[in-house]
């Protein structure tokens, strides 16, 4: 009881003080909240756009062959179905079609997609958000496009593909495959390449080695592989971004160091006082270690919340750009808000404890001095 | 109530700035009276005082608070002293400027974590009898000089402690402050607390305060009246 009210009365001891110079203490905490709310936002950031497009690619194919010719990614004959469906471990094939194509007047880059199933009808498209955001287009508009032969295309917009799974659906054209090969001018008998699912899960890599043992000229490429990329873009970009914040960081640390070390005279000063009257060397540490602490918890709390608004709420405007590429449809999707409590920890550790910490260096030092020197 | 027994304090001691201070000092100091410690500058007197307020320990010889040998004891249980049985008045008062009034007269009871209402009880009893109870949640700057005074003797006693040190007390003052004050230490001691007071301020002499005065020259009591 009796060290709960000593505690308490640090603490009130700690917030007066604090009050006293309300600039200085304010101007800290805006500096310090600001770098937990960017150090906080690419980490919420990154890790909910890791794990949206780890969902994304849940539902692609896992196994994906593509014909090689000289080296290069070419066309699939549809004999090479009939060649794949025997064998063993595999539970389905399906040639698809798809494409990319460049639309000068936006000047970006579309995904072309005609899906044996759930595609367009004939004369329809299905476009995603970022291709009905620059063109503007709405269900019902005719989207015309120039084709290979320098013919205009029009299809119907039947409708513009949800925005849930935007992150990789922005760019995307569905159309239907008749469509598709008229647009492209592909023969009847090509694929761009081959989805296959398995089995068993378990032997994909088998799979994948019987496949390129029978068909030399092609390339297995597994799901799991493509969600390792992923991760290592995103990795890297994380990595960029971080080595960006790093400088404000250290910009802060320059700052905290310069407020919690340089300790005033005028502080050295009421160290001595409250020395002198009685106070131990601990209560002076412990009342420190609340100041500190408050104002790096505060920081924290305070950073941390207006990084989940930020990223989930307010979708990240800060770092979209570069998270998710320079693409000119910039993809406007909701993040599914999460709370891990590891990276949590992390970011607490981060933040508050070396705060703290290098706040109490020099106090310990001005709190061990002789208490007579007040008196001098 | 306080020995001091052949006690000497050097500074910087075994470096070419060793700086003897205190060169043997006796003194007895009782208990309920004003005892003085007058000198010219730099005789000591300061350094006395530290060694009775348990703020610093001789280089030598002995210091006995009521009976027992504090001289040589950790610097954790010197503060818990000072907090318990000495009261500072300090030659600038050295409150902590930005507080209230108030918040300055509890800070040496903090460590003690005695329950709130017992100590605003205690502290609100203290600033009546020091009439400056109107001014409790006044920042200390902004006070006047006499009210500093009383915030710091208000301080002092906050712990009700048996011994009040005070150092120059009167040397930032006015007469008339000067001679306010040192009735406040009157009441003090007639309210049967130990008063000792550094000072060469011919005022605190001519009121006839203290009860015993201790000359200091050159860091040895040079005569004791009576
Ligand atoms: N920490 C210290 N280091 C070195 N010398 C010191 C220290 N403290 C005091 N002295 C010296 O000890 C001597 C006595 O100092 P002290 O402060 O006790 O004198 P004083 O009688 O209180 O003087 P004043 O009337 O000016 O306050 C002085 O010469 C002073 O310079
Ligand atoms: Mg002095």
């Known amino acids: ?42 980490m919420l950031y990154s890790q909910a756009i890791k794990g949206k497009a780890a969902a994304l690619l849940q539902g692609a194919p896992e196994i994906v062959v593509q014909r090689m010719e000289a080296g290069r990614h070419a066309l699939m004959p549809a004999a090479y179905l009939e060649r794949l469906g025997r064998l063993r471990g595999v539970a389905e094939v399906q040639g698809r079609l798809w494409g990319y194509y460049y639309d000068p007047a936006v000047a970006a880059n ?28 709405a269900a019902g508009d005719v989207f015309s496009l120039r084709g290979y032969d320098g013919q205009p ?65 092609c390339r297995p490429i597994l799901r799991e592989e493509v969600l390792r990329t992923y991760e290592s873009v995103f990795d890297w ?3 960029m971004l971080l080595a960006v914040l790093a400088g404000a960081v250290f910009a802060f640390l320059i700052f905290a160091w310069d ?4 300790l005033s005279a005028e502080e050295r000063r009421e160290i001595g006082i409250l020395r002198a009257i009685g106070w131990e060397t601990g209560d002076v540490l412990r009342m420190k270690l609340w100041e500190g ?9 305070l950073g941390y919340g207006l990084a989940h608004l930020h990223v989930f709420h307010a979708g990240a405007p800060l770092f979209a750009g570069v998270m998710r590429g320079w693409s000119v449809l910039q993809p406007h999707f909701a993040l599914t808000p999460q709370v891990d409590a590891l990276q949590l920890t992390t970011l607490f550790l981060l933040s508050v404890v070396p705060y703290t910490v290098v706040t109490l260096v020099p106090v310990w030092r001005a709190a061990t001095v002789d208490p007579d020197s007040i008196m001098r | 109530m306080i020995e001091l027994a052949a006690v000497t304090k050097t500074f910087n001691a075994g470096r070419p700035n060793e700086y003897q201070a205190l060169r043997g000092v006796d003194l007895a100091i009782e208990a309920g009276r004003v005892t003085a410690l007058r000198g010219p500058s730099g005789s000591g007197k300061t350094t006395l005082l530290t060694l009775i307020g348990c703020l610093a320990r001789p280089s030598s010889g002995r210091v006995r608070l009521a009976g027992e040998d504090i001289s040589a004891l950790p610097e954790r249980f010197l503060a818990e002293l000072r907090l318990r049985r000495f009261g500072f008045v300090f030659q600038r008062f050295n409150l902590i400027p930005g507080l209230s009034a108030l918040d300055n007269i509890l800070l040496p009871a903090y460590p003690l974590g005695l329950p709130y209402h017992e100590l605003r009880a205690r502290a609100d009893t203290l600033m009546a009898s020091l009439e400056i109870d109107h001014r409790a949640a006044t920042r200390v700057d902004w006070l006047s000089g006499g009210e500093v005074q009383r915030v710091a003797i208000a301080r002092a006693l906050i712990n009700d402690p048996p011994v009040i040190i005070a150092d120059e007390p009167t040397a930032h003052l006015d007469s008339r402050l000067s001679l306010e004050f040192l009735a406040l230490l009157g009441r003090l001691k007639e309210a049967g607390k130990t008063v000792v007071i550094a000072s060469h301020d011919p005022l605190v002499f001519e009121t006839g305060l203290p009860d015993r005065v201790a000359d200091l020259r050159d860091g040895r009591i040079v005569g004791v009246t009576p």
Do not use: W
């Not at chain 1, 604090?18 to 690419?42: H, W």
């Not at chain 1, 995904?111 to 004939?122: L, N, Q, Y």
């Not at chain 1, 408050?294 to 924290?300: E, G, K, M, P």
């Open chain 1, 153 to 217: 295309h029009a299809y119907t917009v039947a409708a513009v593909l949800p925005a849930t799974s935007e992150l990789v659906s922005a760019d995307l054209m569905l159309i239907a495959p008749a469509d598709f090969r008229a647009f492209f001018g592909l023969a009847d008998d090509v694929y761009t390449d081959l989805a296959l699912s398995v089995t068993n899960p378990a032997e994909v890599r088998q799979v994948a080695r019987k496949l390129a043992e029978r068909l030399p000229d």
């Open chain 1, 1 to 42: 009881m009796n060290g709960f009210a000593r505690q308490r009365y640090l603490l009130d001891f700690t917030v007066a003080s604090l009050m006293r110079r309300p600039g200085r203490n304010l101007s800290l905490l805006l500096v310090y909240t600001l770098v937990v709310f960017l150090l906080a936002s690419v």
């Open chain 1, 110 to 137: 579309y995904t072309v997609m005609a899906p044996a199933r759930d595609g367009a009808a004939p004369g329809q498209v299905r476009i995603g958000a970022g291709i009905a955001r620059v063109r503007g287009l």
């Open chain 1, 259 to 262: 407020k919690a070390t340089g």
């Open chain 1, 293 to 301: 602490g408050l104002i790096s918890f505060t920081a924290f709390c």
């Open chain 1, 237 to 239: 970009r994380e990595g």
